[in-house]
């Protein structure tokens, strides 16, 4: 019985923040702002399930969440931001961070942000292109395109600071409370 009631939370946990994510990435599409906003926000969400019941069931929750996002959300630039990297990142971060150097450490977050950046903006632009994102970047330039990764790399470190403080918060007020009320 014990086991049951495990996999009856664990399910009920998941599906409560997957809803919880795909309603944001739903809702995204409202603000232009929220491009980016509501994917960092449902990746972040995913992380009490991975806290809770590992992260193999994260990255399951993040796989549904991002199927989900890119069939039925209509802003997909937003849905490819969410897959290609603000929607595991929370949970890769983890893994990034058990290595010993603090600078080993930022040079590989780095690494995996431009890396996965890169290689996004490029299926969009050259292999699958959305109109739109191809447009914007014709008319800003290489000097700007530069510039605007640029941006986005001191955007992403304070994320991870974010991000960073968010797990803590979870797990310092949030989890008790979570876990008491199954």
């Keep these: ?20 994510a795909a309603v944001l990435m739903l809702m995204g599409g409202i603000l232009p702002l929220a491009t980016y906003v509501a994917p960092a926000l449902a990746g972040i969400l995913i992380v009490p399930v991975a806290i809770e019941f590992g992260i193999k069931t994260g990255y399951v929750l993040y796989a549904a969440i991002g199927l989900l996002s890119l069939f039925v959300v209509p802003d997909k630039e937003m849905s490819l931001i969410f897959v290609f990297f603000l929607g595991f990142y929370p949970l890769l971060k983890a893994s990034i961070e058990r290595m010993r150097s603090r600078a080993a450490q930022w040079a590989v977050k780095l690494a995996v942000f431009n890396a996965c950046i890169v290689g996004m903006y490029g299926i969009i632009l050259f292999l699958f292109p959305i109109g739109a994102v191809v447009e914007e970047f014709e008319s800003m330039g290489i000097p700007f395109t530069g510039l605007l990764l640029l941006m986005g790399n001191v955007t992403f470190v304070i994320y991870d600071v974010a991000v960073a403080r968010i797990i803590g918060l979870y797990c310092a007020r949030f989890r008790a409370r979570l876990m008491k009320m199954h």
Excluded: H
Aim: hydrophobic letters at 35%.
């Design 1 to 20: 019985m014990q086991k049951r009631s495990s996999e009856s939370r664990k399910i009920a946990l998941s599906g409560v923040f997957g809803s919880l």
